[in-house]
């Protein structure tokens, strides 16, 4: 069983705190947050998804610590999970695997590729594995779309458009654009990811985007240039009035079949193909119990993550800073490889 010690109990650090509880192979030993309150299970936060950050655990099960140091020191803990905001991740990462910790650290990666590239390094070194939180990987029916297209089990994809936009949080470190980076690194970047996880690299990006309320990309719609796959397109940001709600959905066309996912939307994952629309069965649960259920069975197999490991994190972020120079540029923009 993988002892587990979670930094930083906000909306994140509580749902993964609800995913553990649902997984008999890990055992939450210690938390760690700044807020004596949050720490000991008396303040809890809310996640924007319906069925995230539940709570009502039993924090005195847990050794408490006001710093997240102190947790990565106690000998209990092997799994170091990182749940703070974007500034603390690369600190908490190097120090974890320092100490020969597992680690897992929320999304983004990292604030920039510089940063994301010396964690990849330190990953290499490190006795522990290094996986992040990629958890639209996981997601069921996510899950279902990347064995579609891998498969080509309705053909070729002739176009893929993903759509992520909310209100903005307006809280914490959200309102600090250098500290998360905008909605372009802290919210789009889940489709930029699995943009590149289902197509690889694109030869190009061409993006057009705004600041809105950071300092910082907070509303961008980019379109990956690929070779063989005619249109790939993402929207994302936290631009929308306060009110908006939170919107996830894509729609891929294939040469057979069009397939339609909307996470508001009942039943959530349609395909379409001769003139019939049928729902498509996918496994219970939200992408978070799914990617730590995969980290805790690599860790007891003694193998590094393949599904969302260090380096295809690292291209994440170089991905989303090639979406940045292309608003800025007005240009089509290679990604740096």
């Not at 069983?1 to 192979?25: C, F, N, Q, R």
Request: proline share 4%; net charge negative.
């Amino acid at each position: 069983m993988v002892k587990v010690g979670v930094i930083g109990i906000g909306g994140m650090g509580t749902t993964h705190l609800d995913a553990y509880a649902k997984i008999a192979e890990v055992q939450v030993v210690a938390v760690a947050d700044l807020i004596e309150e949050r720490r000991a299970g008396r303040r809890s936060a809310k996640g924007n998804i319906k069925g995230q950050a539940e709570g009502g655990h039993d924090f005195s099960t847990f050794a408490q610590f006001g710093d997240g140091h102190e947790l990565i020191a106690d000998p209990t803990v092997e799994l170091v999970d990182i749940c703070v905001p974007t500034p603390g991740h690369a600190p908490l990462v190097r120090a974890a695997l320092a100490a020969g910790k597992h680690v897992i650290t929320e999304k983004p990666f990292a604030l920039n590729s510089a940063e994301a590239d010396s964690l990849v390094a330190a990953a290499a070194e490190a006795r522990g594995v290094l996986m992040c939180a990629l958890c639209m990987r996981f997601w069921p029916a996510w899950a279902w779309l990347k064995a579609a297209i891998d498969a080509g089990t309705y053909g070729k994809v002739l176009a893929a458009h993903f759509r992520r936009v909310a209100s903005h949080p307006s809280v914490g470190f959200y309102l600090d654009g250098a500290a998360s980076g905008g909605g372009i690194l802290d919210l789009h970047i889940h489709d930029t990811d699995f943009v590149q996880y289902c197509f690889g690299m694109p030869e190009a990006v061409f993006s057009r985007g705004y600041a809105k309320p950071t300092s910082r990309i907070d509303h961008v719609t980019t379109q990956f240039i690929y070779p063989d796959v005619p249109m790939v397109v993402a929207e994302g940001g936290w631009a929308m009035a306060k009110g908006f709600g939170f919107q996830m959905q894509f729609v891929v066309n294939f040469d057979a079949a069009t397939a339609v996912f909307d996470i508001n939307a009942d039943p959530q994952l349609k395909l379409i193909r001769d003139g019939e629309t049928t729902t498509i069965e996918v496994p219970a649960g939200m992408g978070y119990e799914h990617e730590l259920r995969y980290l805790a069975g690599c860790i007891a197999r003694g193998e590094q993550p393949v599904l969302a490991n260090a380096a295809t994190a690292a291209r994440s972020i170089k991905l989303i800073e090639a979406e940045v120079a292309s608003i800025e540029s007005g240009q089509l923009v290679k990604p740096a490889i």
